[in-house]
Structure formats: C-alpha cells, structure tokens
C-alpha cells in the first residue's frame, strides 16, 4: 500500500494530546500515511495573522488534498476570523457529516437506539460574514442561500445515503417563515430528491424537527440541512447520543477533505492527560475510509468500540473515569 | 370584581374544540371575562386576504389590549403571511414567554426534573421578513438586530427572573461567527444583567447551549435569545418535558399581550375530540395572571395537575389515552 500524504495540524488546549493519541493509534492500526504536518491556531493568531493559519499552509493542504485537525483556540476580540470557517471556504468544504450514534449500553444515554448522520451545508448561510452595522443602533447579517449550493449539498446526502444503505433523508428548513432562502433549499431538496427512488424522503419544519430529534432520535436516519440548524442540531445530536465530546466530522469539498472532532480545544483540561480522543479519533476512522484505507479504519473502528465496552473511559463519559486516553492508546495498539 | 375585556379567536383545524374547552374551564372557575370573539386564519385566507385578519379585528384587540388565540392554519403558497408572524409585528409583541416544565411521574418524560422558562425575543432577527432574490441563483434573508431591541427583551428577561423569584438567567447567541448582531445581543446582557446583581448570569454559545438544553435542562433556570433560536429550542424544550402539546406562551407587547398555545392547529385531528386543550389552557393561565386574575389561574392551573395526576390523558400524551377533553373540561369545571 502506497503511503497517503496527509496534512496534521496538533491544534490548541487538548489537541496535541489527542492528536498524538489518534495518530499513535492509527499508525500501530496500519494506516499508511506520509505526514506533513503544520501550524495553525492561536500561536499564528497571536503573531498577528487574524486567520490563525500561514499562507505556506495552504500549499500543504492543497498538496495532500487531506486534512487532519485537531481543535483550535481562537483569541477573544480583536477581529479574529474563525479558522474553522476560513478553512471550509478557501478550500471549499461545502459538506460536513456528523454521525451521531449511541453506544449503550457503553455509553450512558437515555437515547440507546439512535444512529442519525447529519449532513449540514458548510459554505453559505449566516455564515458567510456578511454583517455590518447599518446604524449606530441596528446591525444586520446577511443569510445567502445559492442554488448550485443547495444542489451541491442535497445530492451529497442522497448519494451518501445511497452509499451507505440507508433508508431516508429528512430536510429540516423553516421555509414557512424564510420562503425564498430555506424555501430554495427545500424545493431543491424535493427537485433533487425525484432522483433517488429508492430512497424515503421527508420533510419537517426545523423547529417541530428539532423537538423530534431531541425527544426520538430513532425515528430519524440522514437529516440533511442548511449550515446554521445542522451546526446547532448537530451538536444536540451528538449529545443527547452520549456526548459531543465523542462525535467526529468530515468535511468534504470537490478536491480537499478535512476531518476532526465536532468538539473545542477545552484549554483548561490540556496537559492533564484527561482528554478524550474519541472524537478526533472517528474523524481519523472517517478519513481512513475516504482515503481508501477501510480495512485500517475498520480495524481501528473495532477496537475502539472494544475499549468501550470494556468501560475504560475518559472522565467525560463517566464521571468516575476508571482510565484515561492513554491507556486506551496502549490498549488501541494492542489490536 | 370588574369584568376584563378580552379578544378571543378560535382558529382552525384543533382550534374551536380546543377553545370551547379553554373558555368553559376558565369561566366555570369563575374567569370575569368580557369575551368579544373575531375571525382569523383559513376563512379570512381564503376571501383574499393574505394576512389572514381582517381589519376590524384590530381595532379590537388595540380595545381590549388582551388577546387569546386558537392555532391557525396558513394556507399553502400564494404569497400568505404568518398570521403569528404579523400580529407579533403590528402589537409590538416582543417578548415571547414559553414555560417547559414537566409533569412527571403524570407526564412520560426523559426529564422529570425540568423548569425551563424560554424567553424569546419575538420581532427582530430573520424574523424581520427582508428577503429577495439577489441573482437568478442567490436569495438572502436578512438577519436584523437592533440595541432597543435587544434592551427591552433581556430587560423583560430579568425583570421576569426578579418578579418569579427565579435563581439565574442564561442567554444563548452565536457571537463567535455572528459578532455584530449576536454580539450585541450578547453585550447587552452584560450591561443590563449588572443591574441586577442578585441574579446568576450565564452565556452559552446557542450549539453547546442547545446540546445541553436537550440533554440536561435541569441544569437551567430562564433562558433569553434571539428570535430564530428561540422558536427552534422553545420547541425541543417543550417537547423534551413532555410534549409541545403541552406548552402555552404568553406575547407580550408595551401595550396588547397575546395568548396561545404553541403547538398548530392539526388539521387532521380536528372535530375528532382527540384534542389536549393544555397548551391553550395554560396559556389562558398566564392570561389571568397577567389580568390580575391569579386567584382564578391558580384555580385553574391545580385542577389541571390534579387531572393529570388522576390519570386523565388525551391520546397525544398516552397513546392509550383513557380520556379526552370532553372529560377533562368537566371534570375541570366541578374543581
Ligand atoms: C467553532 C465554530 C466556528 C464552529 C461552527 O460554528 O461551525 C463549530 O461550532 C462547529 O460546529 O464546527
Ligand atoms: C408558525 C410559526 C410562524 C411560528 C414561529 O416561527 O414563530 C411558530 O413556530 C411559533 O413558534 O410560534
């Protein structure tokens, strides 16, 4: 198997720590990787560069076509830019998939059967930072919504859930209130949709959707929806499943793909060897597969569940956290 | 005691069963209620009108100043506003009042333990209705966000917490990526919450916040937020102590205050006497309360706990359902 070139960044507060986990594990796993790692985050912030990533960085990215991040620290005011965003749009990430999936019993949750993928437009929204004061007493931020963004996004969700063997994509807008800009994203999703037979459709107002997702999660499979609800449901999601400290993410563009964990750099817990590298670890598991390494990410999805249920935990699961992440580390490798 | 004019509309769908079942409970625990009834929703729809309320009836409600209201339908298409929507906007309702609490053992909930009280901010953010078509390919929305705004609803807010004897208010926005307009939500919670030193205060980005609201409400007291968020988690709290079913809010303007459940008109059940007059019903308790009828709210609201601590449900609450609303609106007006 040829080595796959791939980009590291180790990220602020935690990230190190599990970044150096989930590459200890994926390695010992298997994987193939020729790794080009760089810098990003709050020591290239503070040198004062407000996107917190070098212009040499770019060059890297767009070599390898490959991203693995850990979580960052963004420095509070001062007009710094959320890397997260600036790193979806030059690159183009226009898709971010977040499995929201429970394991009880391993997992404490009072939802045990739940098994959703969120798949939530990343480029456009109120995320494209628009804003700006209009007078001294009212500001506004613009909510843009394109049709080829639409397009892009919906097809990306039926052909995963064609890929994937799953049996029905759900839409969440609030074109009852919003009818030209989530209206567009619905009527695409329904244009679109007409294509893929096989397949349940539905559609749910975001707000009763969300009431539904948090209270019966197992009635949903593949929700796919415009950036702002899927980067709030998301994160209800992956909680209410266990924790969003267990959920890892891709995020897809036509060339590159970046993967992380859903959760932030938690600086106060960094060094202390309490960080949970679950969630950075199943974004590994998720670029293992879309680099063509599935039997690596299979393996190491294994025994990570294997960890699970031989209830060695992180302090965030169970609060009486019998182990720490090195010793599912050493357990990992073991596999 | 002198009887309080009020406007009371019965809707659609749900709407008039729901209504009757309202009215007689409340005026058998001895509600003084000079009722003056209007028309909205499908009907007025229909004639052409596509505000859904013709213009007689406001020069009722500018009367009263009191309105309570049945769930409507909206027809589909065709350029209809929200009724919801415009009568927020024409009375200056600003706040909107949403209790989630639960009921439990009485109510089946994954909650037992929540007493969540969300403060919406009703007029403002994209909820402004400024959207248009850009580009043949392009919509936006605009997201509108003004500092009189934000100081009359989180004013509301802890003028709310301090007059309910309640611990601590949390506000919700999402000023990491929206610094300009949730920003200024967000700053004018500080300012105005140093003046009330008593009161816990708390920020939670709406992701995070949202997570943990769906997964440990217990952990919150009165929540305040923007508009969007609110209708959003509004309904996943109401949903998650129970059921939306069971939810009335309270639309307070300077002026007028309205009164509602916040659950729709459901077409499909109407005229079957399948339908929980709850979330109505406690509406109309917050109505009484606000018309200095508290003695009778009181009345009306232990009746209610009491039926549902005797095991009387509509199908909504127990699929199994022993009872509907014919039965709890006597068993209501003998308490
Ligand atoms: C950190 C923040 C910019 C980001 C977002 O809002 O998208 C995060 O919440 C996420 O969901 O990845
Ligand atoms: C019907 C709709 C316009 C309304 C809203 O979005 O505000 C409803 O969802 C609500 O929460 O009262």
Same mark, same amino acid.
């Given at each position: ?5 791939? *980009? +590291? ?10 970044? /150096?986990? *989930? ?50 620290? &963004? ?11 600036? &790193? ?24 045990? +059967? ?39 996004? =919906? ?83 992956? /909680? ?48 293992? +597969? ?23 935990? *992180? ?6 956290? =019998? ?5 599912? *580390?050493?357990?990992?490798? /073991?596999?």
């Amino acid at each position: 198997m040829q080595a796959q070139p791939i *980009t +590291v960044a180790y990220g602020d507060g935690i990230g190190p720590e599990i970044m /150096q986990a *989930t590459l200890d594990i994926i390695l010992a796993a298997g994987a193939q990787l020729d790794i080009d790692t760089i810098e990003i985050g709050e020591a290239v912030y503070l040198r004062g560069n407000t996107a917190g990533i070098d212009p040499s960085a770019w060059d890297s990215l767009r070599r390898t076509k490959v991203f693995l991040k850990a979580p960052i620290t &963004t420095p509070q005011g001062g007009g710094f830019k959320s890397l997260n965003v600036t &790193t979806r749009k030059m690159l183009g990430l226009y898709a971010n998939i977040r499995p929201c999936v429970s394991y009880s019993p391993y997992v404490h949750t009072k939802h045990p +059967v739940m098994d959703v993928v969120i798949i939530r437009e990343n480029e456009e929204d109120l995320y494209a930072g628009i804003e700006h004061q209009q007078t001294p007493e009212v500001v506004q931020c613009l909510k843009l919504i394109s049709r080829p963004g639409c397009e892009k996004i =919906v097809r990306y969700a039926f052909e995963y859930a064609r890929q994937y063997g799953r049996k029905k994509v759900t839409c969440f807008t609030k074109d009852n209130i919003m009818k030209q800009t989530d209206g567009l994203f619905h009527r695409v999703f329904d244009e679109v949709g007409a294509e893929y037979p096989e397949l349940e459709k539905e559609h749910w107002i975001v707000d009763i959707g969300a009431a539904k997702l948090a209270d019966t999660p197992e009635i949903f499979d593949v929700i796919v929806m415009p950036n702002l609800y899927g980067d709030i449901l998301s994160d209800v999601a992956a /909680q209410i499943a266990g924790s969003v400290g267990l959920a890892g993410s891709a995020n897809i563009g036509e060339e590159v793909a970046m993967f992380e964990a859903i959760h932030g750099s938690a600086p106060r817990r960094a060094g202390q060897n309490l960080a949970n590298p679950s969630g950075l670890l199943l974004g590994a598991v998720m670029m293992l +597969v879309h680099i063509g390494q599935g039997d690596v990410a299979e393996k190491v999805h294994n025994a990570w569940l294997k960890t699970l249920e031989d209830g060695v935990h *992180t302090y965030d699961i169970f609060e009486a956290g =019998v182990s720490t992440e090195k010793a599912g *580390t050493r357990e990992f490798a /073991q596999a």
